[in-house]
């Protein structure tokens, strides 16, 4: 069974920083996509950013610009660079990942993905 642990969440102050970091308990360049997803209270999971086999990578509008997705196949880890950090970014933030491509996973921005993390809790005060 695959685990994705991920760290680095917090709190942080508006206009602050963070990098989050998902650890995967087997090698990354196995999956054809991984991912970060936020759910805010009261709101659904919404995919942020998303890799490809290929390092192409994706995001949604809300995150463009402030957010970079990476990922380090050596150290089997995925990482998400926040910065310019709003307080509605305020969320748990999970890691996921797929294992091959489907039509209901054309990116791991897509809620259909094999493998999630725990989450994590990201605070952003004003």
């Known amino acids: 069974q695959v685990q994705l642990v991920e760290s680095g969440g917090g709190s942080v102050q508006a206009g602050g920083s963070l990098r989050l970091s998902c650890a995967a308990s087997e090698y990354t360049s196995n999956f054809y996509c991984m991912g970060w997803f936020r759910q805010a209270p009261g709101k659904e999971r919404e995919g942020v950013a998303a890799?490809?086999?290929?390092?192409?990578?994706s995001y949604a509008d809300s995150v463009k610009g402030r957010f970079t997705i990476s990922q380090d196949n050596a150290k089997n880890t995925l990482y998400l660079q926040m910065s310019k950090l709003k307080p509605e970014d305020t969320a748990m933030y999970y890691c996921?990942?797929?294992?091959?491509?489907?039509?209901?996973?054309?990116?791991?921005?897509?809620?259909?993905?094999?493998?999630w993390g725990k989450g994590m809790l990201v605070t952003v005060s004003t």
């Open positions: 890799i490809g086999s290929d390092g192409r990578a």
């Open positions: 996921a990942a797929a294992r091959d491509y489907s039509d209901y996973v054309p990116t791991c921005l897509s809620p259909f993905v094999d493998y």
